[in-house]
């Protein structure tokens, strides 16, 4: 609920935050606008924040998110939050192999791993949208990754709020 939200102390807040998007200053910066009035005005806020994140702020949150097909082990609020996001994303040995291979080629080219809004989408629209991505500079996919990075992060944001 977003009363219960508004109402934690600001560490803990933050402390929560952190586990939609791992990007300190996005996660200090939703914090900061407590109290919200409605969830829009959060994720409005929130989709603000992560609007203005550095290079180096999303490479920050990037490490905490696993490969996709690789499911995060542990019972932590990211771990299963990333296990049902990729749940299609489970398609036998021959997808997982082509998926691992199209993350090797990706990190490769890139240096980092190949991040994605998973929810909803089949491993072969994961596989896909990996593979046409290699074809993309260095610019234009930094803008993609941040634009899939603050996906992930509302809608974590969102199951946040839901939970509470």
């Known amino acids: 609920m977003l009363e219960a939200f508004n109402g934690l102390p600001a560490e803990h807040a933050e402390r929560e935050l952190l586990a939609c998007c791992a990007a300190p200053a996005w996660a200090a910066a939703v914090a900061a606008g ?15 924040a992560a609007r203005d994140l ?9 490490a ?10 542990g019972d932590s609020r990211e771990a299963a939050w990333s296990r049902r996001e990729q749940g299609a994303a489970d398609a036998g040995a021959a997808m997982a192999a082509a998926l691992a291979e199209a993350n090797r080629a990706y990190e490769e080219k890139f240096g980092r791993v190949f991040l994605i809004f998973a929810s909803g989408r089949t491993a072969d629209e994961l596989l896909a949208a990996a593979r046409e991505r290699l074809g993309n500079d260095e610019r234009t996919e930094r803008a993609v990754v941040a634009g899939e990075l603050r996906k992930i992060a509302l ?5 946040l ?4």
């Open 54 to 62: 550095s290079w180096a702020d999303v490479e920050q949150a990037l």
């Open 64 to 73: 905490a998110h696993p490969r996709i097909g690789e499911r995060p082990a």
């Open 155 to 159: 809608l974590r944001l969102e199951r």
């Open 34 to 48: 407590r109290p919200y009035p409605s969830t829009a005005a959060l994720l409005a806020a929130a989709d603000a």
């Open 161 to 164: 709020i839901d939970e509470r």
